[in-house]
Nanobody, 116 residues
Framework: QVQLVESGGGLVQPGGSLRLSCSVS????????MGWYRQAPGKKRDLVAV???????NYADSVKGRFTISRDNAKNTVYLQMNSLNPEDTAVYYC??????????WGQGTQVTVSS
């Protein structure tokens, strides 16, 4: 099967930066879209950013201009560079990767806390 391993979360002060990484285990399935989602306490999981196989990107309005998603296809890894973080960005961040014939697989989630 496929496994996603996330890293890079933690505690940061408002205005700070973090970089999340999500590494996908090698498999016979082809990756299409790679994305980041987040879920704050008591809220549903929402899209943060996605990057398609052709490197087209899409961002939630709340993170445009602050977050940047990128991918390294050779390493099967997707990144999320988060700048100018504010307390409203506090959430569990999940990596979600879409595979042909397999569908979407989720990572275990990584906590991001923005607080002074």
């Amino acid at each position: 099967q496929v496994q996603l391993v996330e890293s890079g979360g933690g505690l940061v002060q408002p205005g700070g930066s973090l970089r999340l990484s999500c590494s996908v285990s090698k498999s016979r399935f082809t990756i299409t879209t790679m994305g980041w989602y987040r879920q704050a306490p008591g809220k549903k999981r929402d899209l943060v950013a996605v990057i398609l196989s052709g490197d087209t990107t899409n961002y939630a309005d709340s993170v445009k201009g602050r977050f940047t998603i990128s991918r390294d296809n050779a390493k099967n890894t997707v990144y999320l560079q988060m700048n100018s973080l504010n307390p409203e960005d506090t959430a569990v961040y999940y990596c979600g990767v879409d595979f042909i014939l397999l569908g979407r697989v989720w990572g275990q989630g990584t906590q991001v806390t923005v607080s002074s």
